[in-house]
């Protein structure tokens, strides 16, 4: 794409695998995210602040390097908070200190998010021990995009070696119910799935 000139024509093949669901209730909104995981935050927020719904969104990262857009996030009319492992910006310490609190604030909640996956493992946790729901969206290197290549495949809830349950990313993704991934296992993509390919 870095070659391409102005007037340039490109084929396109889209739009491919699943997005966030939001739910219309009542519950708060909390997104979190980190890196580039907050990209397809600003549309998700976007998308929930058109529907009339309050934003809060939680920014983690090692460092003020990894916390992006704050002020357009904030252009929206999302409410930030931002935690970072250095103190460097924001708050210091990890971003799910920071959803535990809201959590307590507001225990009827709908959880978002997208980042590095030791990040989701640990929100995972959180949203499992109180029973809320949780969506996150995976970064995987992909190729084809349509579920061919199953070079973007996720471990899913309940597999084994006995019965595998692979997921491919792309396609039954990038957005996933929490519950619907094998988090015990420590997800991991890129795993490849020889036989029976994904669900
Ligand atoms: S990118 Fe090829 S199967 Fe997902």
């Given at each position: 794409?870095?070659?391409?000139?102005?007037?340039?024509?490109?084929?396109?093949?889209?739009?491919?695998?699943?997005?966030?669901?939001?739910?219309?209730?009542?519950?708060?909104?909390?997104?979190?995210?980190?890196?580039?995981?907050?990209?397809?935050?600003?549309?998700?927020?976007?998308?929930?602040?058109?529907?009339?719904?309050?934003?809060?969104?939680?920014?983690?990262?090692?460092?003020?390097?990894?916390?992006?857009?704050?002020?357009?996030?904030?252009?929206?009319?999302?409410?930030?908070?931002?935690?970072?492992?250095?103190?460097?910006?924001?708050?210091?310490?990890?971003?799910?200190?920071?959803?535990?609190?809201?959590?307590?604030?507001?225990?009827?909640?709908?959880?978002?998010?997208?980042?590095?996956?030791?990040?989701?493992?640990?929100?995972?946790?959180?949203?499992?021990?109180?029973?809320?729901?949780?969506?996150?969206?995976?970064?995987?290197?992909?190729?084809?995009?349509?579920?061919?290549?199953?070079?973007?495949?996720?471990?899913?809830?309940?597999?084994?070696?006995?019965a595998p349950n692979y997921l491919c990313t792309c396609k039954e993704g990038p957005v996933?119910?929490?519950?619907?991934?094998?988090?015990?296992?420590?997800?991991?993509t890129g795993a490849g799935c020889p036989e029976g390919g994904c669900?």
């Amino acid at each position: 794409m870095s070659e391409l000139h102005v007037g340039d024509r490109v084929e396109l093949l889209g739009p491919l695998g699943r997005g966030f669901t939001v739910a219309d209730t009542a519950c708060a909104k909390l997104l979190v995210g980190g890196g580039i995981g907050l990209v397809p935050l600003f549309l998700l927020a976007e998308a929930l602040i058109a529907k009339g719904h309050k934003v809060r969104l939680l920014m983690g990262g090692r460092s003020r390097d990894d916390i992006l857009a704050v002020t357009e996030f904030e252009r929206l009319g999302v409410e930030t908070y931002v935690s970072t492992d250095d103190g460097s910006l924001g708050e210091a310490g990890i971003v799910t200190r920071v959803l535990e609190r809201k959590l307590d604030k507001y225990p009827c909640a709908e959880v978002y998010a997208c980042g590095p996956m030791p990040m989701l493992a640990a929100v995972e946790q959180v949203c499992a021990t109180r029973n809320v729901p949780l969506q996150v969206s995976l970064e995987a290197h992909m190729a084809c995009g349509v579920g061919a290549c199953l070079g973007c495949v996720v471990k899913g809830a309940g597999h084994s070696d006995q019965a595998p349950n692979y997921l491919c990313t792309c396609k039954e993704g990038p957005v996933f119910d929490a519950k619907e991934l094998d988090w015990g296992r420590a997800v991991a993509t890129g795993a490849g799935c020889p036989e029976g390919g994904c669900r």
